[in-house]
């Protein structure tokens, strides 16, 4: 990234040159390393919001003039999505806002119709927002992951056709919110397809990063369900986003009923409206939208081929440096990083991961993430621990719960806080460095 490309790039953002306060209470530098959690704002998000909120008013359920504006805004919202994430037959698909990634999943485990004996197809690789509603909804089998921590795909075959008409559902990540590793969703969709089954993808770590589309090459590589956050793509008003085939939503109950989803309500009968209305209950959150759209279109311009190139810069600069020091635990293959987005998981040796991003951030000002990101099954499997131990600080006070430093690119990120991130791990790992 050039000097003036990188200017113009983070100025598009708010809250990213903002001090911070040390352990001693001085204002220093921040640097965000912890982007695949949140991400800043864009400017123009706020510039807009302040703009319709002139306008603002309920949505579908008015004649005024400013509820028919807001109303045909929230219509062309999913019009849009439609658009940006590439779908051909938009019949045959429906775009639902809920609140977050978490609501959208947990809606879908409770939405779509459950046959008898049906198992969903989930892996050891997802965030426990793809695993628990699963789980609470019945019987849940697991593909595996290899020792570098990717999946191990010939298992999606194999078990979809021992499970054959078992298994009506497959329920995978996009892109590990641990190691990044992306997943061939149109080649998986295409497997799945083989067996009668349709996929649903977590874009959760993905829509910021890579251009998705829901469409393949052929039917057979169409995505059927993909959900994703907006706070997660620089858009921090509380949206996430299902967009799934109309007929699965057409032919369930919703999980939620009340106002603006029903056609009629007698005394001992509903007549429920289609979908997505059916699947949108109460007042939906448009300011949250719109903000999703603004923040889409600002990635749209910036360009998906320039942040793929970006972040894949920042991260082998990264994974470089972080091999070069002695102390520094990697996980996940730190080589063939082809297929990885910008994010890094690691260790210092004889530190314990809360105490290390302690010192990151009250002595440098730099945010990660520790612990195991609430995808506990995988990361116990990167760090190879067993069950016992992972469980072990539950019933013993002297031990802790075993974790891991990550860290996360944005596009605003630079090779500039990547080498100061790097020079302040190697001085935790050499004692200099201390809280």
């Known amino acids: 990234m050039s000097i003036k490309n990188e200017k113009n790039i983070r100025n598009l953002f708010i809250g990213i040159n903002e001090k911070v306060y040390n352990y001693k ?50 219509y062309q919202s999913k019009v849009f999505l439609m658009d940006f994430f590439n779908i051909k037959d938009r019949e045959k698909y429906v775009v639902i806002y809920v609140n977050n990634t978490t609501e959208a999943l947990n809606k879908l485990a409770k939405t779509l119709n459950k046959v008898d004996d049906e198992i969903v197809l989930i892996s050891r690789m997802e965030h426990h927002s793809n695993d628990l509603p699963w789980r609470n909804r019945g019987k849940v089998d697991y593909i595996e992951v290899d020792k570098n921590g990717r999946l191990k795909l010939n298992e999606l075959e194999e078990k979809l056709k021992n499970n054959f008409g078992k298994i009506k559902y497959v329920s995978l990540t996009g892109a590990s919110n641990v190691t990044g590793y992306v997943n061939n969703i149109h080649e998986i969709a295409k497997i799945v397809h083989k067996y009668n089954a349709k996929l649903i993808v977590d874009a959760a770590q993905l829509v910021a990063h890579k251009k998705i589309s829901i469409s393949g090459n052929s039917k057979e590589e169409d995505i059927d369900f993909l959900v994703f956050s907006s706070h997660k793509i620089y858009s921090p008003f509380g949206i996430g986003v299902i967009i799934g085939l109309k007929e699965d939503f057409k ?28 699947n949108e209950a109460g007042t939906p959150n448009f300011l949250g939208v719109m903000s999703l759209i603004n923040s889409l279109k600002e990635i749209r311009n910036i360009g998906y081929k320039f942040i793929e190139e970006h972040e894949k810069i920042l ?36 530190f ?48 802790k719960m075993p974790g891991m430093i990550r860290v996360s690119f944005a596009v605003y990120n630079t090779e500039r806080e990547v080498d100061f991130f790097l020079n302040t791990v190697e001085d935790i790992a050499k004692g200099i460095l201390y809280l």
């Open 315 to 350: 991260l082998k600069r990264m994974l470089q440096g972080l091999e070069s020091i002695p102390q520094v635990i990697n996980y996940g293959d730190t080589f063939n990083i082809y297929d990885r987005l910008g994010i890094a998981v690691f260790n210092i040796n004889g």
């Open 251 to 278: 032919n369930s109950l919703p999980d939620y009923s009340g106002g603006g989803t029903v056609e009629l309500v007698l005394d001992d009968e509903v007549t429920y409206l289609e979908p997505p209305e059916k």
């Open 352 to 399: 314990y991961d809360r105490d290390v991003a302690e010192i990151l951030a009250k002595k440098r000002g730099i945010a990660v993430r520790h612990g195991w990101f609430c995808a506990h099954p995988y990361c116990r499997r990167l760090m190879r621990i067993t069950e016992e131990e992972a469980s072990s600080f539950l019933n013993d006070s002297t031990k």
């Open 25 to 74: 209470g001085r204002p220093i530098d921040s640097i965000n390393f912890d982007n695949a959690a949140t991400t800043s704002a864009f400017k123009s998000d706020f510039l807009y919001m302040k703009n319709l909120s002139k306008t603002y008013a309920s949505i579908g359920r008015g004649t005024g003039q400013k509820a028919e504006i807001t109303t045909e805004l929230y």
